[in-house]
C-alpha cells in the first residue's frame, strides 16, 4: 500500500500538477527518485531543517509585515512562529533546526537594536524564548538542537561596549537552560553528545568538540580552509577548500584556483573523505565545488556547483548523498522554472528541506520526498 506524506495534504491542485509533471520527466534519470513539494508557491522562502516529516525555516510574505517570519510546515501547512515581542520595520525570524516539537534558531526587531538573537520554539509563536548568552554582547543565533542541546554562537562585545568581537561557540542545555561557552568558534550542529563547527586560524578550520572547550581539529592535510556544518554523533559533514594548480603556464597569480569539496569525517582529521561528486545524476554536468550540510542516518545533503568552464560559479543543484557516498541530484526533481536548488536539513526517513530558486532570484521552500 502506498502511504501518501502527510505534508501533500496542505497542498493545492497546481501544486499537486507540477509535481506529477516533474516526476514524469525526471524519475529515469536517478537511481532514487523523489517528490518536490513546494512548501511556499504563493510566497516566497526556504527551508532550512527538516525533522519527522516535517520542514522549518522561513517565509516571506509581502502582505505580511515584518516579511520573513519564521516558519514550520506541517500536514496542517504552514505555522508561523513569528515571535511578538520582534517588530518594527527591520524585524525578521528564521528557524535554522529543530528537533521533535522543538525549534531553534535567530531573530531581531526594534526590542533587540535590530541585532539578532537566539530563540527557542515549541510548535507556535507564542512559545519563543530568548536563549541567554553569558557575556556583554552583541546578539548571536541558535543553529541547532538534538533535544538534548542547542548550539550557535554569541558576539561578544569589549569594554568599550561598541567594538565586536570573535564569535564564542555556545552550548544551551535544553534541560536546565545552563550555558556553555566553548571559546572563540561556531557551531553549526550537534548529536549524541558531539558538536561540529569551525574555528578561526587565519582562516577557517572544521572542528569537533564533545562538551568543553577542548576540541578536536578536523582540517584535512593540504587544505587550505574547512567547515564542518553537520554532525550525527558519529559522522561530521562540511566541505574543504584546496588551492589547485589549473594552468602551469598562466602568468604568476593566475596558475591556481580554490575548489571546495564535499567531506566527510569520523572524528579525526585522518578520516577525511572528499565525497565531491565529479558529475551529476541528472545530465552529466561537470560540477566544480561541493558542499555537504547535514548528516542523518544513512543520509548526506548539501549541494554543488555545475562547472561553468571559467572562475564564475555555476548554478547550484541540490545533492543527496546515500550510505556508500553516492550522489543522487535534487536538482533533477524541481518543476521546470526552477533553474538551481540548495538541499539544507535531512531527516531520518531521507525527507529533505531546502531551497529552490527561479532565474529572476524568487526563492521557494522545498520539501523533497524519497518516492516508495
Not at 495534504?9 to 520527466?25: E, K, Q, R, V
Request: hydrophobic share 40%; charged share 10%; net charge neutral.
Amino acid at each position: 500500500m502506498k502511504v501518501q506524506h502527510p505534508l501533500i495534504h496542505a497542498l493545492d491542485t497546481s501544486a499537486l500538477t507540477f509535481i506529477a509533471a516533474g516526476l514524469l520527466a525526471t524519475t529515469a534519470l536517478a537511481q532514487t527518485s523523489y517528490t518536490a513539494i513546494d512548501l511556499t508557491p504563493t510566497a516566497s522562502g526556504s527551508a532550512l531543517a527538516a525533522s519527522g516529516g516535517q520542514a522549518a525555516g522561513y517565509m516571506v510574505n509581502s502582505l505580511n509585515a515584518p516579511a520573513v517570519r519564521a516558519t514550520i510546515w506541517s500536514g496542517d501547512g504552514a505555522i508561523d512562529l513569528h515571535p511578538a515581542f520582534l517588530s518594527g520595520a527591520g524585524a525578521r525570524s528564521q528557524v535554522n533546526g529543530f528537533a521533535g516539537n522543538l525549534q531553534v534558531g535567530t531573530g531581531a526587531g526594534t526590542s533587540t537594536g535590530n541585532r539578532n538573537v537566539p530563540i527557542a520554539w515549541s510548535d507556535s509563536a507564542a512559545s519563543a524564548t530568548l536563549l541567554s548568552i553569558p557575556f556583554v554582547n552583541a546578539g548571536g543565533q541558535a543553529n541547532a538542537t538534538d533535544g538534548l542541546q542547542i548550539v550557535g554562537h554569541g558576539i561578544p562585545l569589549a569594554r568599550d561596549g561598541t567594538t565586536l568581537g570573535a564569535a564564542h561557540a555556545l552550548i544551551w542545555n535544553v534541560a536546565t537552560g545552563a550555558v556553555t561557552d566553548l571559546g572563540e568558534g561556531s557551531v553549526q550542529d550537534v548529536a549524541g553528545g558531539v558538536q561540529a563547527g569551525s574555528v578561526s586560524k587565519g582562516v577557517s578550520n572544521a572542528v569537533l568538540w564533545r562538551g568543553t572547550k577542548s576540541y578536536t581539529l578536523l582540517h584535512p592535510k593540504n587544505a587550505v580552509l574547512s567547515v564542518a556544518s553537520g554532525t550525527d554523533g558519529v559522522r561530521q559533514v562540511g566541505y574543504a577548500g584546496f588551492d589547485i594548480r589549473v594552468r602551469a603556464e598562466a602568468a604568476n597569480g593566475n596558475k591556481d584556483r580554490r575548489f571546495n569539496y564535499a567531506h566527510v569525517w569520523t572524528g579525526s582529521a585522518a578520516s577525511a573523505l572528499n565525497i565531491h561528486p565529479y558529475s551529476s545524476n541528472a545530465d552529466g554536468k561537470i560540477l566544480d565545488h561541493s558542499y555537504a550540510m547535514k548528516v542523518k542516518g544513512q543520509y548526506i545533503v548539501g549541494y554543488a556547483n555545475a562547472s561553468t568552464g571559467t572562475t564564475t560559479i555555476g548554478l547550484a543543484r541540490a545533492i543527496v548523498w546515500d550510505s556508500n557516498y553516492q550522489a543522487t541530484d535534487l536538482q533533477a526533481f524541481v518543476p521546470a522554472g526552477f533553474v538551481s536548488s540548495v538541499a539544507y536539513g535531512v531527516d531520518e526517513s531521507g525527507n529533505i528541506s531546502g531551497v529552490m530558486t527561479k532565474a529572476d532570484g524568487t526563492r521557494h521552500a522545498v520539501l523533497w520526498i524519497p518516492n516508495p
